[in-house]
């Protein structure tokens, strides 16, 4: 039964996703897809900022970094030509199927992610998060100036729409399941004792260094991963895209389902994408005197964030995973011998 | 003899903190299977010395061999991994991580598991989760915490979370365990039970064990040999009855020559 599980879920999501690319129209299809790509980038950002404790603010660059290589690698010659002349002639020539270069984005972005993550990792706390945003900043700048790479703050449109639903909800599920898997392991709980008490971890045999560096190249591959399908879908990229405001909305989503649970990322993320879409037709629903109140849906998304912060700060899920929370709910009507142990915990967090 | 080659041979080793002598020529000789206390006044450098012989700070001067490795400069991790042990003095769990949790991160210093059995969930990854498992609850019994698998580690009463770090201290298959105050914060009782776990160690699973203890109750009782530490300086070395007569202990305990 268990070793069916994973089957299920994949038959299951990939059926559904199926259906509704047939189904749904340009407009639902759209915001389905959004929803996956940023579950992607808030499961793998969890993998740092919730499960080894390094609270970065990268994410976008790796994002970036994902939906360029993956721009530049589908584009076709002939366009490339046009948009892009003063690419390498090899680069120009060169016209990928979308997996591959998907690929080859994680791994670049890995490479980026272990090279900057060798000297910053070094640092803790608020320095760490200073210095991802540095990276953050790098990566935009270099964007915006490579000219004959990326066409500057242009960008590049015109990508080949290729991000279907299959494809968002495909590499969502092997997101989702990969860090699952890792995070129920001997690495995550290594991340984990890292996270708790750094000191403790090393004198248990803790690789410490190495076990932060593989939480965070291995968020930055599916980071990248996501930028690719974003770039895919929108079909247009710009320096400005990957801006510190799709990292906060990333931060947002992992802090408000909660740091250090998979599932809880997975509900910030889909929470964080439809309400800001659900709440843009109440903007426009609420005219007053024939004027859209524009900006009514940001205010009521940052208001829901301060009381989630202020009455459950650890997050919707805090760190315990769905399916935890529904075995504790059916277990504890057969066996509430559990329940104090579970209560005490609670009661020492919450002082 | 073979069998009295050291297991620990520490030699000259001192630490000093911006001109203040914390650690200075101390030495130490550790047959294998033996168990001695180090005592002294506060400020004494006594878990300088666990600090020092655990690789948490670096030392100014000196050297230890463990088991016939240099390990003067190895970082904690790699100490661990050699074989040596430690609690802290102010209990250091993995607060937010269950009991069982704790344990396993103990175990898994000696297990390894690739990334490819994990992603896959091939079979050495299922296996290697069971039988850390297994041994996580195998250890548990042994100290009496099996009741308190799944609970949070900072959940447990005071005195258990202090056995509890004992536990995930053995998870990581020392030869040598450094306890540092284990009886700190006890009562008498707790500190009876706490003191026939020790020997209990000691006599069945064949550790050698290094004790930093203020219970003379507790130091006197189960050491066989014991070190006094006052300014950082070895004042006093003996069996327990040669320490507590010894004129040097009782000044540096009393303040006057006894």
Redesign the interface.
Known sequence: MKRLLPVLWIVGVMGLAALAQSALNDYYQRVLAVIAINIMLAVSLNLTNGFSGDFSLGHAAFMAIGAYTSAILTLPARTKAIVLPDLPPWLGQVELPFLIAILIGCALAGLVAFLVGLPVLRLRGHYLSVATLGLMVIVQVVALNWQPITRGARGISGLPPLTTLLWAYGLMLVTVMVIWRIVHSSLGRAMMAVREDELAAACRGVRVFRTRLFAFVTGALFASAAGALWAHLITAITPSSFSFLLTFNVVAMVVIGGAGSVSGSVIGAVLMTLLPELLRRVETALAIGGQPLYGLSQIVIAVLMLLVMIFRPQGLMGRHELIQVLAGLSGARNKPSSAPAELAGEAQRVA | MPGSLPLLQVRDLSKSFRGVQALQDYRLDLAPGELIGVIGPNGAGKTTLFNLL?G?IPPSHGRILFNGYDITHA???AI??TGI??T?QNI??????SVL?NV???L????H?R?HQ??L?LPG?TS??RS?EQQAHALLDLLNLAA?A???A??LPYGLQRRLEIA??L??RPRLLLLDEPAAGMNPTEAEELMRLIARLHSELGLTIILIEHNMRVVMGICQRIQVLNYGRLIAEGQPEEIQQDARVLEAYLGVAG
């Open positions: 655990t948490v970082s904690p991790d661990c991994r042990a430690r802290f250091r769990l993995f607060r937010r991580l949790d396993r991160i103990g898994q210093t000696h297990h598991v990334l994990v992603v969930h990854f290697h989760e850390l308190y799944d609970a949070q900072d959940a995930v201290a998870a990581t």
